[in-house]
């Protein structure tokens, strides 16, 4: 059965960045691509961007342009999301998540498996 | 941008009923829907891929059905595990984005 683990909770005060971390095992990391998605209390699911995890290419929602890089560490089948210029409406649960095809580039095919998510809190 | 308008945000459904939760899309995206649960604290769960088909391993008193704009989640014979939050997902086009959720409570 797939594994994700995420890395734990932040504080981070407003201005700061924050790095989460995806960890995944028992599949072939570089196969499938991982998304980011994020959850603020009391909202509904919000997608940041996605990694292909076999060329590194990213693509990334408009609403996070110029703020979010996400990257990969094959070796560890790691996938990393870091938000800069944090705002306190950044305030929300993180998930990584794997998505369903193989080797998806503009066709994919939605999640399957999902990681239990990164509370990240934004307060002075 | 699809937007995905899903109903009711909340409902309350007692042991046996069967349950009904929507999902329409702005646009057609085909078959290009997924339906999961998630419970308070817990990663989601995927139930529901291409509108209709039961995830492996998924009870069969989930289904799913729809096609081009308007997609249905239905729960038979609901039961007190059921109480959860459930969304859907569209991924025809990027970015993939959601319906706002429904949560079921189980009187």
């Known amino acids: 059965q797939v594994q994700i683990v995420q890395s734990g909770a932040e504080v981070k005060e407003p201005g700061a960045s924050v790095k989460v971390s995806c960890k995944t095992s028992?599949?072939?990391?570089?196969?499938?691509?991982i998304h980011w998605v994020r959850q603020a209390p009391g909202q509904g699911l919000e997608w940041v961007g996605w990694i292909n995890a076999g060329n590194g290419y990213t693509k990334y929602s408009q609403s996070f342009q110029g703020r979010v890089t996400i990257t990969r560490d094959t070796s560890a089948s790691t996938a990393y999301m870091e938000l800069s210029s944090l705002r306190t409406e950044d305030t929300a649960v993180y998930f990584c998540a794997r998505d369903r095809r193989p080797y998806c580039t503009n066709d994919c095919w939605g999640i399957d498996y999902w990681g239990q998510g990164s509370l990240v809190t934004v307060s002075s | 941008e699809t937007t995905l308008t899903q109903s009711p945000a909340f409902m309350s459904a007692t042991p046996g009923d069967k349950v009904n939760i929507s999902c329409k899309a702005s646009r057609d995206i085909d078959d290009d829907m997924n339906w999961y649960q998630q419970k308070p604290g817990e990663a989601p769960i995927f139930l529901i891929q291409?509108?209709?088909t039961l995830v492996p391993g998924i009870s069969p008193r989930f289904s799913g059905s729809g096609y081009g704009t308007d997609f249905t989640l239905t729960i038979n014979n609901i039961k007190s595990e059921d109480a959860a939050y459930y969304f859907c997902?569209?991924?025809?086009?990027?970015?993939?984005?959601f319906g706002q959720g429904t949560k079921v409570e189980i009187k």
């Open positions: 028992r599949y072939t990391f570089t196969n499938y691509a």
């Open positions: 291409e509108a209709s």
């Open positions: 997902l569209q991924h025809d086009d990027f970015p993939y984005t």
